[in-house]
């Protein structure tokens, strides 16, 4: 069972409890996958998460959205250095030269 409310969803578990999936636009979970969200916000959203199967994908979404936009290079730098430091990846570009000397 759920309910829409102003500021997020709610669906009632097995138990009978109310738990609120917080209002997040893409942006806002754009942030969350960033690193860039308030921690409030942050432990609001990974409960939802693992409770609302709807949340989990969009998510997963945007999360390959951002990935891509990376890869290619379309990131804003503050963007793309919170991306690289936390999900440990190289900048985008060519791979660096090998030196094949002797």
Do not use: C
């Not at 999360?63 to 900048?91: F, K, N």
């Amino acid at each position: 069972m759920s309910s829409e409310h102003g500021n997020g969803t709610t669906k009632r578990g097995s138990a009978g409890l109310v738990r609120r999936m917080p209002e997040l636009d893409d942006a806002g979970i754009r942030q969350y996958l960033l690193g860039l969200l308030p921690e409030t916000e942050v432990e609001a959203l990974e409960a939802a998460y693992l409770t609302h199967p709807e949340l989990r994908a969009r998510v997963l979404g945007v999360e390959s959205v951002l990935l891509q936009d990376h890869a290619a290079g379309r990131l804003p730098p503050g963007e793309s250095e919170a991306l690289e430091r936390r999900y440990h990846v190289a900048a985008p570009g060519p791979p660096p030269a090998v030196s094949t000397t002797k």
